[in-house]
C-alpha cells in the first residue's frame, strides 16, 4: 500500500498551474504568430509533443522509483540501429524487426535495473557507465550511417487521422494507461509505495528491489518505442537518433511534476510538460532568439520546475509541522 509520503497523480494544484501555464503560452503565441494556428503547425507540434511523453516517460518511470536513468537516448540510439539492421540488413517483416527493436529496449533496462538492484551500485553510476557501452555498440555497428526504412514502415510516424498524428493518438492512449495503472493498480501503487519511502514499503512487503528492476525495464520498453517511431517520422534509423534525449527526459519529467525523490507522478502533468516545454522551443524561434542559447532557456526552465518543487514541499512540511 502507498506510504503517507506517495501521492498518486491527480488534478492537484501543480497540475492545474501547469494547464494554466499552458493555456497562457498557448495564447500568448497565438498573438505572435499569425501561422501559428495553422493546421500544420498544430500537426508538427502535437506530433513532437508525443515523442516528448514517450521520453519523459522512460525517465518518469525511473525518477518514480527513486532513480534515474542516463541511458535513456543511448537506449533509443541501440534500439534504432537493431531496428535498422533488421529492415534493411536482414530483411525482416516489419514487425519483427519493431518487436526485435523494443526487446533490446527491454533488455538494455533489465540489465540496468540489475546491475543497480544486485550489486548495489547506484543508478547515477550505473546508467552513465551504459550510456557510453550503448552508445559506442551503436556506432561501431552502424559505422555512423543510416539505415533505410520501407516505405510503408513511415505510416504511423508521418501519417494521421482527421489531421491527427497517430503517434498522438497512440501516445494519448498510452498516457492513459499509465495513469490507470499508477491510480488503480496493486502495481502501480507498489512503485509508487517503492519511490515514496523504500523502507516503510520493505516492512509492508513490497519487494522494492524487483520494483526498481521493473522500473527500468518500463523505462528501457518506453525509449525503444520512441526510437522505433522516431524512425518511423524520419523515413530512416539515424544512429544519432536519441542524442538530445536526456535533457528532454528530464525536462519533460520535471516539469511535469514527477517528483525527484521518487513517489509523485502524472500523466496529466507529463503531457501538460510536454506541450509547455514544445511552446517553449517554438516560441524562441517565433521571437527569433539566438539558437546558441536555446539550452540555457531549457536548463533555466528545468532550474525553475525544480526550485518551485523544493519551495512546494518546504512549505508542505512546515505545514505539517504546525
Known sequence: MPTSATKRPGIGGRTLGLIISTTLLFAVLSLLSQSFLSSYTMFVISRQMAFY???????AFCLVVGQMSLAVGAIGSLTTIVLG??????NLPA???????????VL????????ITRLKIDSFIVTLSMMFIYM?????????????????FRAVGQGSLLGIPYVFLLVAVLLGLVGFMFRSTVFGRRLLATGGNAAAARLSGIETGRMVVWAHVLSGAFAALAAVLWASKLGSAAPETGDDWLIVSFAVAIIGGTGLNGGIISGLGIFMGSAIFMLIKHGLVEVKANPYY?????????????????????????????
Do not use: C, M
Open 294 to 322: 536555446a539550452n540555457s532557456f531549457l536548463g533555466l526552465l528545468i532550474l525553475l520546475a525544480i526550485v518551485i518543487d523544493r519551495v512546494r514541499q518546504i512549505y508542505s512540511d512546515k505545514q505539517k509541522g504546525t
Open 136 to 152: 559506442g555498440l551503436r556506432s561501431g555497428i552502424s559505422g555512423g550511417s543510416p539505415y533505410k526504412v520501407p516505405e510503408s
Open 108 to 115: 538494455a533496462g533489465l540489465l540496468n535495473g540489475l546491475l
Open 85 to 90: 539492421l533488421g529492415l534493411e540488413t536482414w
Open 53 to 59: 511523453v514517450l521520453i519523459a516517460l522512460s525517465q
Open 95 to 105: 514487425g519483427a524487426a519493431v518487436v526485435l527493436a523494443l526487446g533490446v529496449g
